[in-house]
C-alpha cells in the first residue's frame, strides 16, 4: 500500500501503478505546473512509498509598490513570510533574465493574441479569454497538463486562435 497526502489529507491506496505519475493519474489526483510532488522513493512506486502533493496557488507580494503575481505551496502566512524574511538578502542579489525563464516555461511560444484562445487537448476545447496570457498561463487556466513528449501549436482558424496539444501516449 501507499501513502498518498493530498494537501495535507491523507489516505493509505492500493495500487499497481509503477511510476507516482501513473498513481495520481490513477487517484484522479489532478497536478499543475505550479504544484508540488514529492515521493519517498523517487518517481517510482515501491511498498510503503509516500507521496506527498502540495497544490499551488496564486499570491501577490507588493515590492516597490508594484504587485507581483507568483505561485506558492505555503500552507499559512507565516510560513510565506518567513520564506521572504530568510531569502531577503539573496533576492537583493538576484537578477532575473526574463526572456530566458519565458522561454524555458513556454519553449519560447508567444501567443499575443486579443481576444479568446481556444485550448483542445485530451479531445476536449476549453475558451480562455485573455489571449495576451503567456502560452502556460493559458494552459493551466485550461486545466492542461504537458508531459514531457507533449507537444504543442497555434494555428489561426477563421480568425480564431487555436492551441492545440498533440499528447505523446507511451506504454506503462
Excluded: C
Excluded at 492500493?14 to 510532488?37: C, F, G, N, P, W
Excluded at 512506486?45 to 503575481?69: F, H, L, M, N, W
Excluded at 505551496?73 to 521572504?84: E, G, I, P, R
Aim: hydrophobic share 35%.
Amino acid at each position: 500500500s501507499v501513502a498518498l497526502t493530498v494537501n495535507g489529507d491523507t489516505r493509505t491506496v492500493t495500487t499497481y501503478a509503477m511510476s507516482v505519475d501513473r498513481l495520481l493519474d490513477e487517484q484522479d489526483v489532478d497536478v499543475k505546473s505550479h504544484d508540488s510532488v514529492t515521493s519517498t522513493t523517487g518517481g517510482n512506486i515501491d511498498e510503503d512509498t509516500v507521496v506527498t502533493v502540495r497544490k499551488a496557488y496564486q499570491a501577490t507580494i507588493v515590492i516597490d509598490g508594484k504587485s507581483v503575481p507568483f505561485w506558492t505551496t505555503a500552507t499559512s502566512t507565516t510560513q510565506l513570510l518567513n520564506f521572504f524574511r530568510a531569502n531577503e538578502k539573496q533576492a537583493e542579489k538576484v537578477t532575473v533574465n526574463i526572456a530566458n525563464v519565458y522561454n524555458q516555461l513556454t519553449g519560447g511560444l508567444v501567443i499575443k493574441q486579443d481576444g479568446p484562445v481556444t485550448v483542445i487537448a485530451d479531445g476536449k476545447s476549453v475558451t480562455i479569454q485573455n489571449g495576451k496570457l503567456p502560452a502556460a498561463s493559458i494552459l493551466d487556466a485550461a486545466g492542461v497538463t504537458l508531459g514531457k513528449n507533449d507537444r504543442v501549436n497555434v494555428s489561426l482558424q477563421n480568425g480564431h486562435t487555436i492551441l492545440r496539444v498533440h499528447e505523446s501516449r507511451t506504454a506503462p
